[in-house]
């Protein structure tokens, strides 16, 4: 095959950061995605809906003014120990809010304000459970006795399970996936429950971050990990369940706070993103899976109409650049330097 048209996807799980550094990575999933659940982890977390509003404008504006193309962000909350029943309440009747961002206190990026345990919040899950308001959940448990390749498979077990088992009815996405336990777990739960995929979990194990060397540009949280849990990824991925959906987790840091002594968490994929699930999809023999994963399935989650637009990706290769202006400083996307197998058509 050597050109594909398939109806434009969403990213359901995406940084987009803010100011100038937004407006470097916008295009980027504009080009590709109609829409994109926006993670609210800003230095200043987004834990009301009237940030949300404000980020949203900023984010709108830039399209305008920087690209002159339609892209939806679909805004998230993000729940902390204190965030107030009252302001779930607000968030859905907004009509911009689709989600809240559940990060235990400490586990990545801008989660120090995070939640410390999770049942300070059941009184806030009870609402969200009333209000269809899903729970996004960044599931890696926060005790630093964890070995950190069993963070996510404890997760399960001492606070997914938990929260399921008090709140049977709501939704839930288990946000990039990274183990055989979770396809499992997810696999084996109500409708309600859902999971985002990364391309950078399909493509690579733990090995890339070791590579002759330490790469942090393979860094990213959850941690890679090892390959029997790639193939389970991919195969719930291929699968064609819907409970399984597109998000790159796509999260831009400076080249300079990857490179460090202490480097950044996060992978940037957004300036191939599509492309890259396609060159995954087609080694496994599973390109007509592609749509439903990438344009349907997150939609259909989040009770949202399907796109109607198309995309065309042709088997063309180019080399992806070795860096891209962020705000003034340097952003290495993932494969930088090397090659790329298809290529979307503007
Ligand atoms: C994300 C970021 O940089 O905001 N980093 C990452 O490694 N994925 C945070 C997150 O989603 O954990
Ligand atoms: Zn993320």
């Known amino acids: 095959m050597n050109k594909i048209t398939f109806t434009r996807p969403d990213d359901m799980h995406l940084h987009l950061r ?19 659940i926006v993670m ?9 809906t009237e940030l949300a509003l404000a980020y949203s404008s900023r984010i709108s504006s830039a399209l305008v003014e920087k690209t002159g193309m339609e892209f939806e962000p679909l805004m998230t909350l993000y729940l902390t120990d204190n965030t107030k029943c009252s302001e779930i309440r ?14 235990p206190a400490g586990a990545t990026t801008y989660s120090d304000t995070g939640v410390t345990d999770i049942t300070k919040c059941f009184h806030v899950l009870e609402v969200m459970e009333q209000e269809k ?22 997760f399960i077990d001492r606070v997914l399970t938990t ?21 499992e777990f997810v696999k084996g739960a109500a409708n309600n429950i859902g999971a985002t995929i990364t391309a950078h979990h399909l493509l690579f194990n733990r090995n890339a971050i070791f590579q002759g060397g330490i790469r942090p540009h393979y860094y990213c949280l959850p941690v890679l990990k090892q390959e029997a849990h ?6 719930a991925a291929i699968s064609g369940d819907p409970k399984f959906f597109l998000g790159t987790d796509s999260a831009p840091h400076s080249k300079n706070s990857k490179e460090s002594t202490c480097g950044c968490a996060g992978i940037y994929t957004s300036h191939a993103a599509i492309e890259l ?25 989040y009770g949202l109409p399907r796109n109607r637009e198309h995309i065309t990706l042709i088997k063309e290769s180019w080399e992806v650049p070795m860096q891209f202006d962020f705000a003034g400083e340097a952003l290495v ?3 930088a330097g090397e090659n790329m197998v298809w290529k979307i058509l503007d």
């Not at 607000?90 to 990060?103: I, T």
């Not at 999809?281 to 399935?297: T, V």
């Open 90 to 103: 607000k968030a859905k009747s907004s009509g911009v809010v689709y989600g809240v961002k559940f990060y």
């Open 230 to 235: 790639r193939l389970a990824l991919i195969e």
């Open 133 to 154: 308001v899903p729970l996004l959940v960044h599931g890696e448990i926060n005790d630093p006795r964890i070995d950190i390749f069993d963070k996510e498979k404890i």
């Open 333 to 335: 996307p993932l494969r």
């Open 277 to 301: 699930y396609a060159e995954i999809f087609e080694q496994a023999d599973s390109l007509g899976k592609l749509e439903g994963f990438a344009s349907f399935f997150g939609a259909d989650f």
């Open 40 to 48: 609210p982890n800003l230095e200043l977390p987004i834990v009301t």
């Open 163 to 183: 929260i399921v088992r008090n709140f049977p009815n709501l939704r839930i996405v288990f946000e990039h996936i990274t183990t055989k336990e979770a396809v």
């Open 18 to 36: 803010d100011g100038e550094q937004m407006q470097a990575v916008l295009l980027d999933s504009a080009r590709r995605f109609a829409r994109a």
